[in-house]
Every structure is written in structure tokens, then in C-alpha cells.
Nanobody, 131 residues
């Protein structure tokens, strides 16, 4: 079983920055494609960003493109989400998600931008942006 633990959420003023982290554990030598999703009150969960195992392939939602950056550190089985120029509409619970992939998928740069494609989820971390 894979466990994902997020950290780094909090309260920030509009225009500020936060960095989220998500550490995966539970499967030795596993290779992951990972992503971030968010859910605002009264809204459905939405895709934010995803990254391939090598880090060479990334994909972002249009709403965060140019402001958010996803990265990973495979030695630590950790994915990060650097969020800059935050807006009040970025307020949400942010969830980390992961899929274990094969070496072939890892080399092919697999990533996933739909929540139904992910097998493992973190507990979520709250991000609140005040105006």
C-alpha cells in the first residue's frame, strides 16, 4: 500500500507564494507518476498539475499555467508544487495523487491528468488566499 503525505498549505495574501510537498512511501523502489488536484467548497475536484517520473514531462491546468510549477525528487519519492502569484480563486484543499508505473512507462514520460486514473491519494492540505 502507498501512503501520500502532503504538507505546506496555509494562509497567504493574494500575490503571495506557497510550496506544497507530497511524500510517497510504502513501496520500495516504486516508480511514480504524480499529480496535484484541488477542490474548492461547493465545487468538484479539478486537475492542477502532473509530472512524469523523470520530470521531463509536465502538464498544467490553464488556470495555473505560468504561476504554478510542479517538480519532483525521486530520491525522496516527493513531488512539489510551487505556487506563485496566488489568487483568491486558488483557495481550495489541495490533494496529491500517485500512480505506480512500469519502467517502460517511466521512460516514455507517462503522466495522468484525470483523477480517475490515480490509485493513491493524500489526505489534502488547505490553501487559503485572502484578497
Amino acid at each position: 500500500q502507498v501512503q501520500l503525505v502532503e504538507s505546506g498549505g496555509g494562509l497567504v495574501q493574494a500575490g503571495g507564494s506557497l510550496r506544497l510537498s507530497c511524500a510517497a512511501s510504502g513501496r520500495t523502489h516504486a516508480m511514480y507518476a504524480m499529480g496535484w488536484f484541488r477542490q474548492a467548497p461547493g465545487k468538484e475536484r479539478e486537475f492542477v498539475a502532473t509530472i512524469s517520473w523523470t520530470g521531463a514531462s509536465t502538464y498544467y491546468a490553464d488556470s495555473v499555467k505560468g504561476r504554478f510549477t510542479i517538480s519532483n525528487d525521486n530520491a525522496k519519492s516527493t513531488v512539489y508544487l510551487q505556487m506563485n502569484s496566488l489568487k483568491p480563486e486558488d483557495t481550495a484543499v489541495y490533494y496529491c495523487a500517485a500512480n505506480i508505473i512500469t519502467p517502460a512507462q517511466a521512460m516514455d514520460g507517462f503522466y495522468f491528468d484525470s483523477d480517475y486514473e490515480y490509485d493513491y491519494w493524500g489526505q489534502g492540505t488547505q490553501v487559503t488566499v485572502s484578497s
